[in-house]
């Protein structure tokens, strides 16, 4: 279980919005701090979304990669009809299912660049944009220093093969070993459902693209301030990162947190998750003690740009947006 702290976690001070008429907040950099693209005149501008924070001496853009639509069915734990109530009352259903973001991290220091997850890539809904999205802030994927996969389902990590190569050419790799060893192994995957046959593909393509994949034991630090988190369950080798500096941090906890369902409820699950059990008793440390602690989170599937905390509402958790408005 990692280890919180209210110094590390209570304060993060947001740096702004880029791109920010889409959420009515503070806009910072000029025309130059997003990308639109208008096809003709009468086409709509379609806004690539980014937004900032700063802790201590990080930066911290939150990407987006796209998003997808996961049938209400998806959730065990409850029945579609109640999880369709409860996105139809958080405003996130749609005619096929919950709406679903895939919100990546890149983490800059001046010195390194270093990206959380690579996206789904196209291989799940309307995805693919990542590399649009590090456009806008003028870089380029070669221009990665170090990449963390989160765990190796297909929508963390489809952008680091897509079109079968090496798409982080210059990016040390950073993958749990549990998660390495569970989707390369054939025996797991020869048993396993039709719908997590992609993610086995995909993690076979990884370990052979990716001569400088490290497959990492435990919590350790990448880098001064950029460590991981041992948050197992949803896979075995789940983990977050956490990015901690002058008394300020922000961790980002993947698939520990789903829409709709969750902090509210530690019994519902995801149908991609292979040990409800341990994910279940995750949370249930979890939530309650980033709820006591009041950490800042910042997760993949919330809706862009993904942060903000559990909090503790009169005995039930529930997710509070953080602010992202320019603070003095």
Not at 235 to 243: A, E, L
């Given at each position: 279980?990692?280890?919180?702290?209210?110094?590390?976690f209570?304060?993060?001070?947001?740096l702004?919005?880029?791109?920010?008429s889409?959420?009515?907040?503070?806009?910072?950099g000029g025309?130059?701090?997003?990308?639109?693209?208008?096809?003709?005149?009468n086409?709509?501008?379609s806004?690539?979304?980014?937004?900032?924070?700063?802790?201590?001496?990080?930066t911290?853009?939150?990407?987006?990669d796209?998003?997808a639509?996961?049938?209400?069915?998806?959730?065990p734990g409850?029945t579609?009809?109640?999880?369709?109530?409860a996105?139809?009352?958080q405003?996130?259903?749609?005619?096929s299912?919950v709406?679903?973001?895939?919100?990546?991290?890149?983490?800059?220091?001046?010195?390194?660049?270093?990206?959380?997850?690579?996206?789904a890539?196209g291989?799940?809904?309307?995805?693919?944009?990542?590399?649009?999205a590090?456009?806008?802030?003028?870089?380029?994927?070669?221009?990665?220093?170090?990449?963390?996969v989160t765990?190796m389902?297909?929508?963390h990590?489809?952008?680091?093969?897509?079109?079968?190569?090496?798409?982080?050419?210059?990016?040390?790799?950073?993958i749990?070993?549990?998660d390495v060893?569970h989707?390369?192994?054939?025996?797991?995957?020869?048993g396993?459902?039709d719908y997590?046959?992609t993610?086995?593909?995909?993690?076979?393509?990884v370990?052979?693209?990716?001569p400088?994949?490290?497959a990492?034991?435990?919590?350790?630090?990448i880098?001064?301030?950029?460590?991981?988190?041992d948050?197992t369950?949803?896979?075995?080798?789940?983990?977050?990162?956490?990015?901690?500096?002058?008394?300020?941090?922000?961790?980002?906890?993947?698939?520990?947190?789903?829409?709709?369902?969750?902090?509210?409820?530690?019994?519902?699950?995801?149908?991609?998750?292979q040990?409800?059990?341990?994910?279940?008793?995750?949370?249930?440390?979890f939530?309650?003690?980033a709820?006591?602690?009041?950490?800042?989170?910042?997760?993949?599937h919330?809706?862009f740009?993904?942060?903000?905390?559990?909090?503790?509402?009169?005995?039930?958790?529930?997710?509070?947006?953080?602010?992202?408005?320019?603070?003095?």
């Amino acid at each position: 279980m990692p280890q919180l702290s209210r110094r590390a976690f209570a304060s993060a001070l947001p740096l702004g919005l880029l791109g920010g008429s889409l959420f009515g907040g503070g806009m910072i950099g000029g025309a130059s701090a997003f990308a639109a693209t208008q096809d003709t005149a009468n086409a709509p501008v379609s806004v690539t979304p980014l937004a900032q924070i700063r802790i201590g001496r990080f930066t911290v853009t939150a990407l987006t990669d796209g998003y997808a639509d996961m049938p209400y069915g998806y959730f065990p734990g409850r029945t579609a009809a109640e999880v369709e109530q409860a996105a139809v009352a958080q405003f996130t259903a749609r005619p096929s299912g919950v709406r679903f973001l895939f919100n990546q991290y890149l983490v800059e220091d001046g010195e390194r660049r270093i990206l959380i997850d690579a996206g789904a890539a196209g291989s799940i809904g309307q995805t693919g944009q990542l590399p649009q999205a590090l456009a806008a802030l003028g870089l380029q994927r070669d221009q990665i220093d170090a990449v963390i996969v989160t765990h190796m389902h297909q929508d963390h990590m489809g952008g680091l093969i897509l079109g079968g190569k090496n798409n982080y050419p210059k990016a040390e790799l950073y993958i749990d070993r549990r998660d390495v060893t569970h989707w390369t192994d054939p025996a797991k995957r020869s048993g396993a459902p039709d719908y997590l046959q992609t993610s086995f593909k995909m993690a076979q393509e990884v370990v052979r693209l990716y001569p400088k994949l490290q497959a990492i034991d435990g919590e350790r630090e990448i880098v001064q301030g950029v460590s991981i988190v041992d948050l197992t369950g949803h896979t075995p080798g789940h983990i977050g990162v956490r990015v901690e500096d002058d008394g300020q941090s922000l961790i980002m906890v993947s698939d520990m947190i789903f829409p709709v369902v969750h902090p509210g409820a530690t019994d519902v699950f995801f149908l991609f998750e292979q040990d409800p059990a341990a994910a279940k008793a995750m949370r249930d440390r979890f939530f309650p003690r980033a709820a006591s602690e009041g950490a800042l989170i910042a997760a993949t599937h919330m809706p862009f740009p993904g942060l903000g905390r559990v909090v503790a509402d009169r005995g039930q958790m529930r997710w509070q947006i953080a602010d992202w408005a320019l603070q003095n």
